[in-house]
């Protein structure tokens, strides 16, 4: 069963590929061919496209296993506002290394402003937004997709909206798109949203609200109202999208707990601050607040540690766990007192069980959400991570699209090729049809699945036989094949 990336219905076919590319579907019963890959009864996609990937350590991961395992045959990097610098010459020697998925990149907000202003809380002169806008032409010119920005983290949470708009306008009128982590996702989330609706106004740009959800108890069942707001700006003729990791917890720094003001102008100046009495007293006050109302869900059990470099052990558990493991009371004010003395360990990877699963398919069933996994490149037995990282794609197609019947298949389908592609500006991927390149997933929709978990996050998903990047088998049989025939994408004027 062929489905073409466009969320149309399948058609039975044959595939031929030739080279790198496909050069014929339909019924190819009298072919000739090097191989041939009997797949009846499985279904045969284009290969997925994570626009949300943290290719951080493709370096020493080149081969890509977590993501080609899960279907994923391009990845967008440099999200969050964060991206590699400088981009020529890093892309140089991933092209040099080689890679086993293809691979683009985003130029980084927070990257542009440290390079520039370094972790200063305020606005730039007009000389230092210039070099920053310099350095995102710079990257554009180099190939980037577009730009990111983190705007809840440093030193991005310093930035004022015009600031974004400036630099996203650079990144516009060189072809890009602009994919927003949020300043806020709990409380302040509609104020957010419009952000990044304005931005995509004044800036003239697509604007993709990335990993969109709705953090914190007070606030769950509010992503009817954050994509109603989506909608109102599409019929504008704005062009905002959105992409979703389908997971219920999300996964960052616990310094996201702590106030940004704290923070600002690096670890230094922050322990100065905690050792001021009447800062550390607000600071512990934002930490509290933070837990009732934004990623600590109200309770300390929500927040489990992932990776603890000071402490390993606590890898897996809870705060809860850990505050009663020092013979505290599992209180909010002891919960943050915890999270305090963390962050000066030099902080934490956490899970925050802080969503609500109503909001999580919502989101995923707005015609404009494209699945993308959040994900950062790991092998097994790297830490403790996020899910995610191994089995967002196939979570979709076994969770949602087959067991719960939340969507149907081609419509997942077009959520992770045509729809992503074309928001990139792909314009030979993302497709099944005779010209594009032959990047190509084969999975058996009745038993695909993911097997990692929060407490097991370290497994290959199931029920996806064979992976192929520009012509080549890059999953074969269930095995990585490791070869590298990804390619570093380039973005070209339009
Ligand atoms: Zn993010």
Redesign the pocket.
Known sequence: MVYDGSGGPPQIADIGIRGDSIAAIGDLGDAQAQRVLEVGGMAVSPGFIDL?THLDPVMTHSDCESHLRQGVTTSLGG??GSSPWPFDAYLDSLSNLGVGMNVGYLIGHNTVRRNVMGLDNRAPTPEELEQMKAQVALAMEEGAWGIST?L?YLPGSFSETEEVVALSRVASEAGGIYTS?LREEGLEIFASVQEAITISEQADITVVL??HKVIGKPMWGKSRETLAMVDSARAKGLDVRIDQYPYNASY?GISVLIPAWARAGGQEAFLQRLADPILRDSIHAGVVFNILNDRGGDDLARIQFARVSWMPELEGKTLKYWCEQQGLEPTLENGADLVLDAQKRGGASCVFFAMDEGDVQQIMQHPYTMIAS?GRLVNPGEGHPHPRWYGTFPRVLGKYVREEKRLPLETALYKMTGLPAHTMGLSDRGYLRVGMKADVTVFDPETVADRATFEKPHQYPDGIPYVIVNGHLAVDEGELVPAKNGRVLRKTKP
């Open positions: 949300h999200p969050d983190g809840k982590h990335t990993h960052t959040d």
